[in-house]
T-cell receptor
């Protein structure tokens, strides 16, 4: 398996523009997690899905952020409009197992977002 | 919710020395404690984990200890090598609840091993 795939790897955009980050989880995994990593705040969980259903989006910082998982093999994280403080590395991770299990999360390589 | 504190934020050792990273957690319901290693430009990767019914676990040069009473757990790396240089994250989870594997991460420790 190729592992978790994220695109793009790097994104530079201007303030006010819409940004869409994409994630393909490992085939067969049933949980998907979106994280944001910054020097100041570390690794923050934004939202996670189980069997394509959003379970907890309490980490989503503002209404400007939204995430979808239309099927088991694809998820998007959208920021509209983007702001300079959204600059960070965004990771997607997936895992397999029963709900609440001791399941390893496999992380993608991340998308480095820079908002000018 | 769960809060995980990790110390130190940076750690510098000589090759061959041992390194210890410590974490504390707040939620007594947490029962799963993984450690992740993040190399430059990559996503975090699981290196070892421990469940609350175990006090210690070893895997070659790395070991993790857990003190449930004190709510703290530690990562021990012996005979460090330059390739151990990375950022290490501890995490906690209430596996078996309704968390679907949700992890709360510590702030990370930048480990530098000098040749």
């Amino acid at each position: 398996d190729a592992g978790v795939i994220q695109s793009p790897r790097h994104e530079v955009t201007e303030m006010g523009q819409e940004v869409t980050l994409r994630c393909k989880p490992i085939s067969g995994h049933n949980s998907l997690f979106w994280y944001r990593q910054t020097m100041m705040r570390g690794l923050e969980l934004l939202i996670y899905f189980n069997n394509n259903v959003p379970i907890d989006d309490s980490g989503m910082p503002e209404d400007r952020f939204s995430a979808k998982m239309p099927n088991a093999s694809f998820s998007t994280l959208k920021i509209q409009p983007s702001e300079p403080r959204d600059s960070a590395v965004y990771f997607c991770a997936s895992s397999f197992g029963p709900s609440g299990g001791y399941n390893e999360q496999f992380f993608g390589p991340g998308t480095r977002l820079t908002v000018l | 919710g769960e809060n995980v504190e990790q110390h130190p934020s940076t750690l510098s050792v000589q090759e061959g020395d041992s390194a210890v990273i410590k974490c504390t957690y707040s939620d007594s319901a947490s029962n799963y404690f993984p450690w992740y290693k993040q190399e430059l430009g990559k996503g975090p990767q699981l290196i070892i984990d421990i469940r609350s019914n175990v006090g210690e676990k070893k895997d070659q040069r790395i070991a993790v200890t857990l003190n449930k009473t004190a709510k703290h757990f530690s990562l021990h790396i012996t005979e460090t090598q330059p390739e151990d240089s990375a950022v290490y994250f501890c995490a906690a989870s209430n596996a078996g609840g309704t968390s679907y594997g949700k992890l709360t991460f510590g702030q990370g420790t930048i480990l530098t091993v000098h040749p």
